[in-house]
């Protein structure tokens, strides 16, 4: 299993440093916030990922390798 992304939608507050840092990882709704479905990256962008979720001031993307590690 590979790297999961998992977005709090409660916690995030609309900087969208995630999408500055990840913008082939993330989405965003209308009003800036983040609207990601959990799911698995693709190798190729857990980079991206990676880096989006370190850049959210909220802390509200969290990562895991463990499919049953839900937060």
Same mark, same amino acid.
């Given at each position: 299993?590979?790297?999961?992304?998992? &977005?709090?939608?409660?916690? +995030? $507050?609309?900087? %969208?440093? +995630?999408?500055?840092?990840? @913008?082939? &990882?993330? &989405?965003?709704?209308?009003?800036?916030?983040? +609207?990601?479905?959990?799911?698995? #990256? %693709? @190798?190729?962008?857990? %980079?991206?990922? $990676?880096?989006?979720?370190? %850049? +959210?001031?909220?802390?509200? #993307?969290?990562?895991?390798? *463990? @499919?049953? *590690?839900?937060?």
């Amino acid at each position: 299993m590979g790297l999961q992304i998992h &977005v709090d939608r409660e916690s +995030c $507050t609309g900087h %969208a440093q +995630c999408l500055v840092h990840g @913008p082939d &990882v993330f &989405v965003l709704d209308d009003e800036g916030f983040n +609207c990601a479905a959990d799911q698995e #990256i %693709a @190798p190729a962008y857990e %980079a991206q990922a $990676t880096a989006g979720a370190h %850049a +959210c001031p909220e802390q509200a #993307i969290k990562l895991t390798t *463990d @499919p049953t *590690d839900t937060p």
